[in-house]
Nanobody
Framework: QVQLVESGGGLVQPGESLRLSCAAS????????MSWYRQAPGKQRELVAL???????NYADSVKGRFTISRDNAKNTVYLQMNSLKPEDTAVYYC?????????????WGQGTQVTVSS
């Protein structure tokens, strides 16, 4: 069983920064893509940022230039550095990982962490 544990959410003012972390644990052989998604009230879950095992990245247009995704393969951890936060960034943020374990590929999700941007 794979577990993804997120941390780092909270309440900040517009223009401030937060750093989210997501650590995977279990009998993991390797992790392919790791991603951050978010879901605001009344809206669908959307992809925020993705990073491949090799370090290639992709971002939603709404966060380009403000958010940075990174990963530490040795620690099975993905990060999301969020700068210049806006009220519209308010959402529950979820990490996702494509985990290879026991010869199978698992699409794993974290429990979510709340990010609130408000003055």
């Amino acid at each position: 069983q794979v577990q993804l544990v997120e941390s780092g959410g909270g309440l900040v003012q517009p223009g401030e920064s937060l750093r989210l972390s997501c650590a995977a644990s279990g009998s993991i052989f390797s992790i392919n893509n790791m991603s951050w998604y978010r879901q605001a009230p009344g809206k669908q879950r959307e992809l925020v940022a993705l990073i491949t095992r090799g370090g290639s990245t992709n971002y939603a247009d709404s966060v380009k230039g403000r958010f940075t995704i990174s990963r530490d393969n040795a620690k099975n951890t993905v990060y999301l550095q969020m700068n210049s936060l806006k009220p519209e960034d308010t959402a529950v943020y979820y990490c996702n990982a494509k985990v290879v374990m026991n010869g199978a590929l698992y699409n794993s999700w974290g429990q979510g962490t709340q990010v609130t941007v408000s003055s």
